[in-house]
């Protein structure tokens, strides 16, 4: 077992491995998918005559487009990766779909074209394609690198350890950006630099795991294997009918992960609508990373002592507050409030939310549950992110969007109460 290898400050050479991969790909969430790009976009599509309310809307569809192509196939890409030998190849195949994609943004027409907007769009749904697809063997290969007694520690802390690492490359940018008049470069040309470092971040942390972490278990590979892949889903979903309280658990995951994350992909363009600074947008993104941290690995030491279910309706509710509080949202200080509200919650419910999930998996199923797993995290964000487009573009006002997934996550925390967190399948 991989916890039987010599440890460093408690975790083996495989659970770092793992964790560090969280601490690349977690450069794009936070400077792709909440702070850099979309400020970079909302102003090209401001230069290219676009309303607020319509190119917020159009980052969220956007949004909805790639997890849309990700949701459709993340059923067949796990069910094929429990193949032997295929898993890494999989996970290299999407990585580095989504490290192109980013490296593209650096190089992308200049804002003077009329469709630039429209052309960033393309690479951003293209870099969560990738991110996507790549993250459905990166959870599953979590049962890869420990067991399920030190699950909720190993997956908190490669959360921690996402919002701590990837404040490295962000702060650079920052140092930079708060002293751009002095700099012999523009704007423009630091946030096409910024889109290449987390390429590079993102490519330089991936090596550990690409060298340390193993397909622990397999299906040999047969004949046809892509029907037969078709055919495992099939029978996979026939065999949910067998496991109620995971089926249970995922229906309720599907709602309340909407809300949390349609919040992280849409946060700066929602802030943007509200007039708020980039400089001090980005400020308090930072913070927000730091208060993440120990906020995530709390979580995780605290799951052992009262139980990943309970914690999860710490996050919930959480969120619930979130929601009500951002109607009134109207200064900086109301988004900072916000913004640290969501740090204390939202790598915790995430994690606690995988490593729940993987010890309700049956053995030998992890790469096909965790592929349905992402299904419904994937559909899940179109019904967010949709649900906030058209209710901003409807109303005129972002807050009521975010204000609307108040429900989801009410929803959510009325389904996973029925759910047992031994797994048993009743």
Same mark, same amino acid.
């Given at each position: 077992?991989?916890?039987?290898? /010599? ?20 450069? %794009? ?20 005559? #676009? ?9 969220? %569809? ?69 991110? *996507? ?20 520690? $190993? ?24 002293? #751009? ?31 340390? $972490? /193993?397909?622990? *278990? ?29 089926? +249970? ?10 809300? +949390? ?8 363009? $929602? ?15 930072? #913070? +927000? ?7 995530? $690995? ?20 959480? %969120?619930?507050? #979130? ?18 509200? +969501? ?9 606690? *939310? ?73």
């Amino acid at each position: 077992m991989a916890t039987e290898s /010599k440890k460093f400050l408690g975790y083996s050479k495989q659970e770092w491995s793992w964790v560090l991969q969280d601490t690349g790909n977690s450069a %794009y969430s936070l400077m792709i998918t909440t702070t850099i790009f979309p400020l970079f976009y909302k102003a090209v599509a401001e230069g290219a005559g #676009i309303a607020d309310a319509n190119s917020t809307a159009y980052l969220s %569809y956007a949004n909805s487009i790639g997890t849309l192509l990700v949701g459709l196939m993340a059923p067949i890409l796990g069910s094929i990766a429990e193949y032997k030998g295929f898993r890494k190849p999989m996970f290299t195949v999407g990585t580095l779909l989504g490290i192109a994609s980013v490296l593209m943004m650096g190089f992308s027409p200049s804002g003077s074209w009329t469709f630039a907007w429209l052309g960033l769009l393309v690479l951003y749904v293209l870099s969560n394609v990738g991110f *996507s697809s790549s993250n459905i063997f990166y959870d599953a290969s979590l049962l890869d690198v420990t067991d399920k007694r030190r699950m909720s520690r $190993v997956s908190s802390m490669g959360y921690g350890m996402g919002y701590i690492g990837s404040c490295i490359p962000f702060l650079v940018y920052m140092v930079f950006m708060l002293n #751009i008049d002095s700099m012999p470069f523009s704007l423009d040309w630091l946030t096409r630099a910024a889109f290449v470092m987390t390429a590079v971040w993102w490519f330089v942390f991936t090596i550990p795991y690409w060298q340390n $972490v /193993k397909q622990k *278990s397999w299906i040999q590979p047969t004949a046809h294997p892509i029907r037969d892949a078709f055919k495992r889903v099939a029978n996979t979903l026939k065999e949910m009918a067998q496991y109620k309280q995971l089926f +249970v658990f995922l229906l309720a995951y599907f709602l309340y992960i909407d809300g +949390v994350g349609t919040i992280i992909s849409m946060a700066t363009a $929602v802030a943007t609508d509200l007039g708020i600074e980039a400089t001090v947008l980005i400020v308090v993104l930072l #913070i +927000v990373q730091i208060v993440a941290f120990p906020f995530t $690995v709390l979580y995780g030491y605290l799951a052992k002592r009262f139980g990943d279910k309970l914690m999860i309706y710490v996050g919930i509710t959480t %969120y619930i507050i #979130i929601c009500i509080y951002a109607l009134s949202m109207e200064t900086a200080t109301d988004f900072f409030i916000l913004a640290c509200m +969501v740090g204390t919650a939202q790598g915790g419910l995430q994690a606690l *939310s995988r490593s729940m999930f993987g010890k309700l998996v049956p053995e030998g199923k992890s790469n096909e549950f965790f592929g349905i797993y992402n299904v419904f995290g994937k559909f899940s964000s179109i019904i967010g992110t949709t649900l906030l487009g058209i209710i901003t573009q409807w109303t005129g006002n972002s807050l009521n969007g975010v204000f609307a997934l108040i429900i989801l996550f009410l929803i959510g925390g009325v389904l996973l109460f029925g759910v047992k967190e031994d797994g048993t399948k009743g």
